[in-house]
């Protein structure tokens, strides 16, 4: 079993709609909860991250992490075709390492 | 601010030659730079980790005598691959973990923007 879990996708909605992905884990040592965004080619951009339980918004973007079920959830509001991209979850105990979920790949249609 | 650069952006090379990847950290120290593979569609996986002035901690199946991990200062990490095969491609990434984070219970790590290796 992986430790992290994470639908590959792809994901495609149409724009304006709410996009809604998550992550299942494993490891309850983790405590810190962050996702990624990665556009083609290109290096993984921190979007959000959360410490232990509790949400978290920024702007158009809302993190919910529910320790009990070990499951991670981010939310893109009013999306945009520039949120086209594959959104990466990752989770650490707080000890620098970090395990990463395979990423979901959205596709938002004008 | 906290820019992580990686040369060269792509490299081809042939089987059998070693190949060197550079990661840089711009604007900030970092005492901690990890090195990641990604296949296409799939997750990253950590290679190692490298701390400047230190032997690098590689993970379970990478063979430290194929990846040559130095990290000389706090603004450069290089990552060699020797005697490269067509298996080696892939896309690799590296971040680096600011050396006076004021979030350090966190361990942010900035991510550059990969480098993409062909074997041919």
């Known amino acids: 079993q992986k430790e992290v879990e994470q639908d590959p996708g792809p994901l495609s909605v149409p724009e304006g709609a709410i996009v809604s992905l998550n992550c299942t884990y494993s490891?309850?040592?983790?405590?810190?909860f962050m996702w990624y965004r990665q556009y083609s080619r290109k290096g993984p951009e921190l979007l959000m991250y959360?410490?232990?339980?509790g949400n978290k918004e920024d702007g158009r973007f809302t993190a919910q992490v529910d320790k009990s079920s070990k499951y991670i959830s981010l939310f893109i509001r009013d999306s945009q075709p520039s949120d086209s991209a594959t959104y990466l979850c990752?989770?650490?105990?707080?000890?620098?390492?970090?395990?990463f979920g395979a990423g979901t790949q959205v596709v938002v249609t004008p | 601010g906290a820019v992580v650069s990686q040369h060269p952006s792509r490299v081809i090379c042939k089987s059998g030659t070693s190949v060197k990847i550079e990661c840089r950290s711009l604007?900030?120290?970092?005492?901690?730079m990890f090195w990641y593979r990604q296949f296409p569609k799939k997750s990253l996986m950590l290679m190692a980790t490298?701390?400047?002035?230190?032997?690098?901690?590689?993970e379970q199946g990478v063979e430290k005598d194929k990846f040559l991990i130095n990290h000389a200062s706090l603004t450069l990490s290089t990552l060699t691959v020797t005697s490269a095969h067509p298996e080696d491609s892939s896309f690799y990434i590296c971040?680096?973990?600011?050396?006076?984070?004021?979030?350090?219970?966190?361990?942010?790590?900035?991510f550059g923007p990969g480098t993409r290796l062909t074997v041919l």
């Open positions: 971040s680096a973990r600011p050396r006076d984070s004021y979030r350090h219970i966190y361990n942010e790590q900035f």
């Open positions: 490891n309850s040592a983790f405590q810190y």
């Open positions: 959360t410490y232990s339980s």
């Open positions: 990752a989770m650490s105990d707080g000890w620098g390492k970090f395990q």
């Open positions: 604007d900030f120290q970092a005492t901690t």
């Open positions: 490298s701390n400047e002035g230190s032997k690098a901690t590689y």
